[in-house]
């Protein structure tokens, strides 16, 4: 609540500013980053699947995670759009919220290029922050090297987070 609205009950929501100016820069990134052509420039349907990847850093820790990505026409499960340098962002979900939830931010960046890897580890009431840190850090390393996404996603990657997610990723 603002100082001039104290004892009048109302709340107002505000997205915090390094929120905003953080996807504002990100699609501004994608958005350079692409080749020029049709078939990169979007809008793209978005392709979904699960990956589980062996972190040998970390004595093979299995680390799960949701990929949405700008997909070839088809189903869901359709390959990705290949040679457009995709930025891949990989994103950390808030305490007890599962990664599925962040739906409104794959509607909004994947069509317009963007990779999104959703890690889903540390799930519980009593969450490792420091490895869901390494977790984050990990998937975007893990999907360049995974030969589903090798040929899509470019070098330009990043990692944000929402609330815990938020904390692990910094």
Do not use: K
Not at 88 to 95: D, E, T
Not at 116 to 139: I, K, R
């Amino acid at each position: 609540s603002r100082a001039g609205d104290a004892g009048r009950g109302r709340v107002t929501r505000r997205r915090p500013a390094s929120f905003v100016l953080g996807v504002f820069l990100t699609l501004l990134v994608a958005a350079l980053s692409h080749p020029v052509g049709a078939v990169c420039a979007g809008p793209h349907a978005v392709g979904e699947s699960t990956r589980t990847w062996q972190d040998p850093e970390r004595g093979n820790r299995s680390v799960a995670a949701l990929v949405r990505y700008p997909r070839q026409a088809g189903t869901a499960s359709a390959p990705p759009v290949e040679g457009c340098n995709f930025p891949v962002l990989a994103i950390g979900h808030g305490f007890t919220i599962p990664a599925d939830r962040y739906r409104f931010l794959v509607d909004g960046l994947v069509p317009g290029g963007v990779i999104l890897v959703l890690p889903t580890t540390e799930t519980g009431l009593s969450p490792d922050h420091a490895a869901f840190g390494a977790d984050l850090a990990f998937v975007t390393r893990a999907l360049a090297a995974d030969a589903a996404f090798a040929t899509a996603a470019g070098p330009l990657r990043g990692v944000v987070g929402h609330s815990m997610g938020g904390g692990a990723a910094v």
